[in-house]
């Protein structure tokens, strides 16, 4: 079993609406998270990081992180033609890092 | 400016020819790792660093080695290189093992 799991998608969602990207994972030690954008053929950059349970917003952008559930999401709203990439979950757990397969969102004019 | 330098970007070599792959990054990061991204299979560690001379493996570490003997650098040697190393891989460093990760451009490896 793989320690994150994404739906690889593609999601795709109108311009203004809200993205729902979901992501799940196996070990209920892990502590940290974390939501990463990859454009295509760009590296990856953080957007979110959510350490604690419940939600975290940052501008456009809500993390909801739910330990019981071992489930992490994030919200997008307002979403704009300019999301459209994958987004990696990834985990911290003792020194190293666990990235699911990613989500890619098309976000359509 | 604040960045992660790879090079060679793209690579293109015979199977078992020793190749390295550099990594630098100019931010005093403690924490440095390798990734190889495929096609379904996401982001995997190869190995980190979390300081000089300490480095550990990650989830795939096999026909890799690393060496951490500046803070700034970490390169990536694959020795005895083989097809299925044929990737895109990525390094990436943070000034704490938890925190934000910077990645490099990544480096397109071909191993025929």
């Known amino acids: 079993q793989k320690e994150v799991e994404q739906n690889s998608g593609p999601l795709s969602v109108p311009e203004g609406a809200i993205a729902s990207l979901n992501c799940t994972y196996s070990d209920r030690v892990s502590q940290s998270f974390f939501w990463y954008r990859q454009y295509s053929g760009k590296s990856p950059e953080l957007i979110m990081s959510?350490?604690?349970?419940g939600d975290k917003e940052d501008g456009r952008f809500t993390a909801q992180l739910n330990k019981a559930s071992q489930y992490v999401s994030l919200l997008i709203r307002d979403s704009q033609p300019s999301d459209s990439a994958t987004y990696l979950c990834a985990l911290y757990n003792f020194n190293k890092f666990y990235f699911g397969s990613g989500t890619k969102l098309n976000v359509k004019p | 400016e604040a960045q992660v330098t790879q090079n060679p970007r793209y690579l293109i070599t015979v199977t078992g020819k020793k190749l390295t792959v550099t990594c630098s990054q100019n931010?005093?990061?403690?924490?440095m790792s390798w990734y190889r991204q495929d096609p379904g299979l996401g982001l995997r560690q190869i190995y980190y660093?979390?300081?000089?001379?300490?480095?550990d493996k990650g989830d795939v570490p096999e026909g890799y080695k690393v060496s951490r003997k500046e803070k700034r650098n970490f390169p990536l040697i694959l020795e005895s290189p083989s097809p299925n190393q044929t990737s895109l891989y990525f390094c990436a460093s943070s000034d704490s093992p938890w925190g934000e990760q910077y990645f490099g451009p990544g480096t397109r490896l071909t191993v025929t």
């Open positions: 959510i350490y604690s349970n």
């Open positions: 660093s979390m300081n000089v001379e300490v480095t």
């Open positions: 931010m005093n990061h403690e924490y």
